[in-house]
């Protein structure tokens, strides 16, 4: 064993698990109660929010543009019959592997593949007999690329496996949270405060967007709160109409609305919170529509429990616009799932929309965590009003996330 090799699989590390075992044995038994159900006998997930889920792995890099020599290979297979997983992974993230994972069963990539190659995987699992059946693959996942996925998909056909799409097993079984992750998320809220609280007290003429962004993350940072999947906008004035837009060197002016839009993260948990602000006092019909918009998050606590039907609070929410004329001003109404995410997005699997009937049916069962996303645009435009808050259901209560006021505040 060379050097390397010493600092790779037997250097001392300090483990930094997210959850004690248990609580990966018993998600992995529910993945293979999924399977059996729904007739999947291996399932290879390569998604990092699968792949953490799963084992507690995260990383810095999944080789989302990666030169074609570094393909994104690496990935957990799961079978039906078998109570451990394998990780497949490239030998320089062992030590990695050590630090964040319950693995037992680590397979690396051979040294000439560097970071992997699919020949590899399948010819392991297929030595275990693990490819006599039905495949399942995230196929709605963006790792791997295209053409990677295609090369895998043939390879795994030409040993016999039946190739299937196997993205909601692990997406779906997400929705509803244990209480660890629950408890997760509530270190999350209270970060996420600390962060927004941060935010407004940078806010003074003058300052940019960065210079703001800048004291929100280290605020956050310093509450424990990690690296977000989505960069956190800190908006001024007409650019708040562009909700997704990036933060930059714009400075703000007397008289002109601020959005921030920022996630607590714990254990790669978020908890969403978006918040408005005016610098300086607000001309009378701003100040008035935003008051009741603001108000919408009134309704959502009037309705607030475990159990409660999307349907309801979609139809409630509507009724309110309808009624205080802000239907036709909307931005985006409605709401996702919360949960863990990697970068790219902190976007969950379950989306409630008044719009939409793909989700309208479902409830908000104990142990689930969604956001409630209120946007509508300021008169003349001006701007945009732009709240987020999370909202967490437990078995006996239901509450919103942040503790901060969500109306309109002037700095």
């Known amino acids: 064993m060379d050097y390397r090799d010493e600092v790779y699989f037997t250097s001392a590390v300090d483990p930094e698990p997210a959850f004690p075992p248990a609580e990966y044995a018993t998600r992995l038994q529910r993945i293979r109660e999924r399977l059996a159900r729904d007739k999947i006998d291996c399932l290879f997930l390569t998604s990092p929010e699968a792949m953490n889920w799963v084992s507690g792995y995260q990383c810095e890099w999944y080789q989302a543009q990666s030169p074609r020599q570094?393909?994104?290979?690496?990935?957990?297979?799961?079978?039906?019959?078998?109570?451990?997983?394998?990780?497949?992974?490239?030998?320089?993230?062992?030590?990695?592997?050590?630090?964040?994972?319950?693995?037992?069963?680590?397979?690396?990539?051979?040294?000439?593949?560097?970071?992997?190659?699919?020949?590899?995987?399948v010819d392991e699992l297929a030595a275990l007999g693990w490819l006599d059946g039905t495949l399942g693959l995230e196929l709605w996942s963006y790792r791997p690329n295209g053409p990677l996925s295609a090369r895998f998909q043939a390879l795994a056909a030409d040993k016999g496996a039946k190739i299937v799409d196997g993205t909601d097993v692990v997406r779906?079984?997400?929705?509803?949270?244990?209480?660890?992750?629950?408890?997760?998320?509530?270190?999350?809220?209270?970060?996420?405060?600390?962060?927004?609280?941060?935010?407004?007290?940078?806010?003074?003429?003058?300052?940019?967007?960065?210079?703001?962004?800048?004291?929100?993350?280290?605020?956050?940072?310093?509450?424990?709160?990690?690296?977000?999947?989505?960069t956190q906008p800190v908006l001024f004035g007409t650019k708040t109409n562009a909700a997704h837009a990036l933060s930059t060197r714009r400075v703000l002016r007397s008289g002109e609305p601020v959005m921030i839009d920022l996630s607590g993260v714990r254990h790669r948990y978020h908890v969403n919170l978006a918040r408005m602000f005016h610098c300086g006092e607000p001309e009378a019909d701003v100040a008035d529509v935003a008051a009741r918009a603001a108000a919408s998050i009134d309704v959502v606590k009037g309705l607030l429990r475990p159990g409660l039907p999307v349907r309801e609070l979609n139809e409630a929410l509507v009724a309110?616009?309808?009624?205080?004329?802000?239907?036709?001003?909307?931005?985006?109404?409605?709401?996702?799932?919360?949960?863990?995410?990697?970068?790219?997005?902190?976007?969950?699997?379950?989306?409630?929309?008044?719009?939409?009937?793909?989700?309208?049916?479902?409830?908000?069962?104990?142990?689930?965590?969604?956001?409630?996303?209120?946007?509508?645009?300021?008169?003349?435009?001006?701007?945009?009003?732009?709240?987020?808050?999370?909202?967490?259901f437990d078995d006996d209560e239901a509450w919103i996330a942040s503790e901060l006021p969500a109306t309109l505040t002037v700095v």
């Open 320 to 392: 309110y616009y309808q009624s205080e004329g802000l239907w036709e001003s909307r931005g985006w109404i409605g709401g996702y799932e919360m949960g863990i995410a990697f970068y790219g997005d902190w976007v969950g699997n379950v989306v409630w929309d008044p719009l939409s009937e793909l989700h309208a049916d479902k409830v908000f069962e104990p142990g689930t965590a969604v956001n409630c996303e209120t946007q509508i645009f300021l008169p003349r435009h001006v701007g945009q009003f732009f709240s987020i808050d999370t909202l967490l």
């Open 172 to 230: 779906e079984l997400r929705w509803v949270k244990s209480p660890l992750e629950r408890a997760v998320l509530r270190e999350a809220a209270q970060i996420a405060d600390i962060g927004m609280q941060a935010a407004r007290d940078a806010l003074a003429p003058g300052v940019t967007e960065l210079e703001v962004y800048g004291e929100m993350v280290a605020a956050l940072a310093k509450a424990g709160g990690e690296n977000t999947a989505i």
């Open 70 to 121: 570094w393909p994104a290979a690496s990935g957990i297979a799961v079978h039906v019959d078998h109570d451990r997983y394998i990780l497949f992974d490239t030998e320089r993230e062992a030590a990695l592997g050590r630090i964040f994972t319950t693995s037992t069963d680590t397979r690396y990539f051979p040294r000439t593949s560097l970071r992997g190659g699919a020949e590899f995987v």
